[in-house]
């Protein structure tokens, strides 16, 4: 994959949203569930198109998508919709193939409480780091590594492991490059940077910047979505 265009000064976000969600156990992929009164990825999208600095959101969806066309963003001028693939990987390499920006950031379809000042703080801190940024929290549990029959093998140090958490923020070029060499395993774009010898910055964020996974996931959402009403 390689950009033919020359890219022009900015920040584009790309949303993958090709997945189905299995863990919700909900009749339809999970960003399209209602929340507060929309579907979650409209939180998600409107969150990001809210923020001054996002120039366009590229949101990749799946080939047998029904639920895009009938949600509030299938007509916003700055929303742009691309087929993705079978992994994330492949849905954020189909996003890029479309970004004609020089800055682009990768956010997860489930996370729409994200706040403006973490994005405030992403972009900051990856436009003065070579290798770009994400949002991440510090783990606060014991962790625990099992074994092949679920008992624990040994306790994991938790001192300096973090939670990786999106937005996830790099240059355009930086980002394909690094997707091209690190190909369609990785779990989220900072391994693939990684992958080229980078070293992401990692910025603390909220810990309302949850991602709806599981059921109970909704109404903790949706707490947090009142709370920010009004607010950026």
């Known amino acids: 994959m390689q950009h033919n265009t020359a890219l022009q000064p900015g920040i584009s976000a790309v949303v993958p949203a090709a997945g189905v969600g299995s863990r919700m156990q909900a009749s339809c992929p999970k960003q399209y569930l209602p929340l507060a009164g929309k579907m979650l990825i ?5 969150r990001l198109l809210s923020h001054p600095a996002v120039a366009d959101v590229i949101i990749a969806i799946g080939a047998d998508d029904s639920y895009f066309a009938h949600t509030r963003l299938s007509e916003r001028p700055n929303v742009r ?3 993705g693939g079978a992994t ?6 189909a996003g890029l193939d479309v970004v004609n920006t020089q800055w682009v950031m990768v956010h997860d ?5 994200v706040s403006h000042a973490d994005i405030d703080a992403l972009i900051r801190q990856a436009q003065s780091h070579p290798d770009g940024a994400l949002l991440a929290a510090p ?3 014991t962790m625990k ?8 093998a040994h306790t994991v140090e938790r001192e300096a492991l973090w939670h990786a958490l999106t937005p996830q923020m790099f240059l355009t070029q930086t980002l394909i490059q690094a997707l091209n060499v690190a190909g369609d395993q990785v779990t989220d774009e900072a391994s693939a940077v990684e992958a080229l010898g980078g070293k992401p910055v990692l910025v603390p964020a909220s810990a309302s910047n949850i991602k709806v996974t599981h059921p109970e996931d909704k109404w ?13």
Not at 42 to 46: D, N
Not at 145 to 152: E, F, I, S, W, Y
């Open 220 to 232: 903790l959402a949706e707490f947090y979505l009142s709370q920010q009403e009004g607010k950026s």
């Open 145 to 152: 590594r099992a074994d092949a029959q679920g008992q624990v």
């Open 109 to 113: 379809a489930a996370r729409p409480c």
């Open 81 to 83: 919709v691309v087929l």
């Open 139 to 141: 783990v606060r549990d």
């Open 88 to 93: 994330r990987a492949a849905s954020v390499q």
């Open 42 to 46: 409209e939180h998600t999208v409107e």
